[in-house]
């Protein structure tokens, strides 16, 4: 009992990370966009084509997990896993660039 309440918990933590990664890059983007922010120029393509194998990662992990008779929050955790990986990589790389600065 103590044991699936923890896992729960734990998937809800992951959740909440893959929630303020996503907040984080949206942000950084959208700062990029307006010229605050120093972005690639290709960011914009690249926002697009990421998505695809993201979910699709995302989609397989959870379906093997569910057919494999996995409790719920685990296939809730093979779900959110591949994004919270991608959201985190382009937080990263987009918080090194830094600012736009004028000088």
Not at 17 to 26: G, R
Not at 55 to 61: A, D, E, H, I, N
Not at 72 to 82: I, K, M, Y
Not at 90 to 95: C, G, P, T
Request: hydrophobic residues 45%.
């Amino acid at each position: 009992m103590f044991d699936e309440i923890l896992g729960w918990q734990r998937s809800m933590l992951r959740m909440v990370s893959l929630a303020t990664e996503a907040q984080q890059v949206i942000a950084y983007r959208t700062m990029g966009f307006g010229g605050v922010w120093s972005v690639p120029s290709s960011e914009a393509v690249q926002m697009v084509y990421e998505k695809g194998p993201a979910l699709m990662q995302s989609w397989m992990g959870a379906s093997r997990a569910a057919m494999g008779g996995a409790a719920p929050n685990r296939v809730l955790d093979a779900w959110s896993g591949p994004l919270e990986r991608k959201a985190r990589s382009n937080r990263r790389r987009l918080a090194r660039r830094g600012p736009n600065l004028p000088f």
